[in-house]
């Protein structure tokens, strides 16, 4: 139990695009969801918690406008990074928060986004 | 948010135990102590967590000072397969937020 999904698991695309990242919690509801990025060789970030039916709260220096994060429903939360550039690149992973087992908050696999 | 300290890596031979420290000097009394490993290009995998007492799961041990200030994962017999960077993090109990530090990369040798 407890399975987070992210779709893609890796993008390309072209600077100035915009890319929509999905994540989903697969058999159990989550009012809230995390993201993360995390550049090579250093630790995860967290950019912003998201909470269903209500606007995402980010972390200190992450720009809201750059980052769209979307909470549509208990299983489904989405990061849009606008306007990508080089620097944007990075891998990005999601995590859900559950009432039920050990830990309470369980990840997904993450998305290599790559900005060209 | 409070702070976790990690030796930057640690080295352990197969089939060994091996104890991973972590420093947290400024712990408030709700907050919960997480260890999280990951693996390369991977999200990070729930390992144990706890509050006060010592716990113990089918992955690993954790110890808990009395004042719990410092805390210590513990495998008791460790495999290539534990070969990892493992994060020692202090989950706040009002907001449930994760704040990763810079964690232990653990080399285990055959």
């Known amino acids: 139990g407890a399975v987070v999904s992210q779709h893609p698991s890796w993008v390309i695309c072209k600077s100035g695009t915009s890319v929509k990242i999905e994540c989903r919690s697969l058999d159990f509801q989550a009012t809230t969801m995390f993201w993360y990025r995390q550049f090579p060789k250093q630790s995860l970030m967290l950019m912003a918690t998201s909470n269903e039916g209500s606007k995402a709260t980010y972390e200190q220096g992450v720009e809201k406008d750059k980052f769209l994060i979307n909470h549509a429903s208990l299983t489904l939360s989405t990061l849009t990074v606008t306007s990508a550039h080089p620097e944007d690149s990075s891998f990005y992973i999601c995590s859900a928060h559950s009432s039920g087992g050990p830990s309470g908050q369980y990840f997904g696999p993450g998305t290599r986004l790559t900005v060209l | 948010d409070a702070k976790t300290t990690q030796p930057n890596s640690m080295e352990s031979n197969e089939e060994e135990p091996v104890h991973l420290p972590c420093n947290h000097s400024?712990?408030?009394?709700?907050?919960?102590i997480h260890w999280y490993r990951q693996l390369p290009s991977q999200g990070p995998e729930y390992v144990i967590h706890?509050?006060?007492s010592n716990v113990n799961n089918r992955m690993a041990s954790l110890a808990i000072a009395e004042d719990r200030k410092s805390s210590t994962l513990i495998l008791h017999r460790a495999t290539l397969r534990d070969a990892a960077v493992y994060y020692c993090?202090?989950?706040?109990?009002?907001?449930?937020?994760?704040?990763f530090g810079q964690g232990t990369t653990l080399q285990v040798k055959p």
């Open positions: 993090i202090l989950r706040a109990s009002n907001t449930g937020k994760l704040i």
């Open positions: 400024t712990i408030s009394g709700t907050d919960y």
């Open positions: 706890g509050l006060t």
